[in-house]
């Protein structure tokens, strides 16, 4: 069974910078898809960046249009930590933002219902 835990979200001015952690246990796959979601207030969860590995050394990555450019999906296998650099934040990106994992099966996928395990999730809020 695989266990998300995220950390790393709290409050940033717009314009500011905040980094995401998730820390995963319990996985015994070779290849992966990992993604980062969110949900803002009244709004559906949505898929913001995903990252790929097919059991060698290069990630495929995706990022939903809204957050192309500002945001970075990174993965450290040794750590088994996957992690979400989050750059010049904007006011309406407040959200509760979730750890997935497609449970070994590959592709860069934005689609939530792709995904098997979820964390808890952390929350993010961006003043003005």
């Known amino acids: 069974q695989v266990q998300l835990v995220e950390s790393g979200g709290g409050s940033v001015q717009a314009g500011g910078s905040l980094r995401l952690s998730c820390a995963s246990s319990g996985s015994t796959y070779s290849t992966y898809c990992m993604g980062w979601f969110r949900q803002g207030p009244g709004k559906e969860r949505e898929g913001v960046a995903a990252?790929?590995?097919?059991?060698?050394?290069?990630?495929?990555?995706d990022y939903a249009d809204s957050v192309k450019g500002r945001f970075n999906i990174s993965r450290d296998n040794a750590k088994n930590t996957l992690y979400h650099q989050m750059n010049s934040l904007k006011t309406e990106e407040p959200a509760r933002y979730y750890c997935?994992?497609?449970?070994?099966?590959?592709?860069?996928?934005?689609?939530?219902?792709?995904?098997?395990?979820w964390g808890q999730g952390t929350q993010v809020a961006v003043s003005a």
């Open positions: 990252i790929s590995n097919y059991g060698g050394s290069i990630n495929y990555v």
């Open positions: 997935a994992d497609r449970g070994g099966i590959t592709g860069a996928h934005l689609e939530q219902y792709e995904y098997t395990y």
